[in-house]
């Protein structure tokens, strides 16, 4: 993936108005922004908007871009099902794509899970006060529109880590301390690093959010990435020691060539007890939990003992599950985490109709292409060539040799 956008909540955490703010920074055509907004006025009963703006101002000697919105809500309390309901109606009602529309309703039900979670309530009972005003309805429509406008939806989206805040805020059921409940709650289980250095607070449930249906890793440090664009997004709180930005920056990944790089997680353990019963078993469940290859490894450990080498490769997304289940079919002691690079070359999988013994097969393939599009490989499915050489008789290296004779016919 060519393009990167990097999303800074380190400092001033994250809320909707401050990345929709950013992303109107970042270029994000604001006239279209607005008048979605008020496009959706009337699909939100009881609310009346007043005025709508993004102004450019100094925060702390930095120049940002600040959303102003005014308007009237009569409605303090909405159920969740009829937030949900209203915002797929503004979705219909502005005709966006399927990606985006889909981006701004899976945002709203995070929201709406995390809340539902937190009062042991189904998403159908819950009433909602704070987060069912108009602001929450326009803070994911319009960051929907200007990543969409920006086209960050076809790039790769990383986090740095997230600042929560501290201290207390107080709200419609109480005071409670910083991080608040629903932001714990949207984070559980990911792989998001919270850190709550700053007074206040600073991440919203709906940035929270936002940021968990955009990102799709946290990380420690900046990649290596060319930048293109810089959107700098402010909110309403001001800070004597540190600016209140939220920093988005668009760009060009460094190592992006027409080679297609991918970060992955490499996990190791020695195991010198297990039955090759239990070593193949082990295989099948890391495998059906989502691992993408694993490799079973003869070597030699301390003493000159024999041991297996069982080596995982899996997504940053899966390695928590990936760890539990090598912990628990394995018993081993200690995991080896290494996080490394791969190089993908481009594949396509076709169904195409071979010829045996008179008969026809429909068969899948996988095409691996080089750089310039041309097929260096190709890989008739295993499963498909095992079940004609069953229905025919023939000796599956037999039906593998005409198939791959007769896919290269096909594309030489």
Request: proline fraction near 3%; hydrophobic fraction near 40%; charged fraction near 25%.
């Amino acid at each position: 993936m060519s393009k990167i956008t990097v999303i800074d909540p380190q400092i001033s955490g994250i809320s909707g108005d401050m990345l929709l703010s950013a992303l109107v920074d970042a270029g994000a055509e604001s006239k279209k922004i607005i008048d979605s907004i008020y496009n959706c006025e009337n699909y939100i009963p009881g609310t009346k908007l007043m005025d709508v703006r993004f102004e450019k101002i100094s925060v702390n000697g930095f120049k940002a871009t600040k959303f102003f919105v005014q308007y009237k809500d009569k409605m303090l309390v909405r159920r969740g099902l009829d937030m949900y309901n209203i915002l797929a109606g503004c979705c219909e009602k502005l005709n966006l794509n399927q990606r985006t529309k889909v981006f701004s309703l899976n945002s709203l039900k995070t929201l709406l899970n995390a809340e539902s979670r937190i009062h042991g309530e189904p998403l159908e009972k819950i009433h909602l006060h704070e987060i069912s005003n108009l602001d929450t309805f326009i803070d994911l429509i319009g960051c929907a529109i200007a990543l969409e406008d920006l086209k960050i939806f076809d790039s790769k989206v990383v986090t740095t880590h997230i600042s929560v805040g501290n201290g207390l805020t107080s709200f419609s059921h109480g005071t409670i301390s910083n991080p608040t409940n629903a932001v714990l709650e949207i984070f559980k289980g990911k792989t998001f690093v919270l850190a709550g250095n700053n007074l206040g607070e600073i991440t919203t449930p709906t940035g929270a959010a936002i940021l968990v249906n955009l990102a799709s890793e946290c990380v420690d440090y900046y990649p290596k990435m060319i930048p293109e664009r810089i959107g700098l997004g402010t909110g309403n709180k001001k800070f004597d020691n540190y600016p209140n930005i939220l920093r988005v920056v668009l760009g060009k990944d460094r190592q992006a060539s027409s080679l297609n790089y991918e970060d992955i997680i490499l996990l190791e353990t020695n195991v010198d007890d297990l039955s090759g019963e239990i070593l193949g078993n082990l295989i099948e469940v890391l495998m059906k939990e989502g691992a993408k290859d694993v490799t079973i490894l003869p070597g030699i450990t301390k003493k000159n003992r024999p041991t297996n080498v069982v080596r995982i490769i899996t997504d940053k997304s899966k390695i928590n599950e990936m760890i539990e289940k090598l912990y628990l079919e394995s018993g081993t002691a200690g995991i080896r985490i290494q996080e490394v690079k791969r190089i993908v070359l481009n594949r396509d999988i076709i169904t195409i109709s071979i010829s045996l013994r008179n008969n026809r097969f429909d068969i899948r393939v996988k095409l691996i292409k080089d750089s310039s599009g041309k097929i260096i490989n190709v890989k008739p499915e295993f499963e498909d060539l095992k079940k004609i050489s069953e229905t025919t008789g023939l000796p599956l290296r037999d039906v593998m040799d005409q198939a791959i004779y007769q896919v290269l016919l096909k594309f030489n």
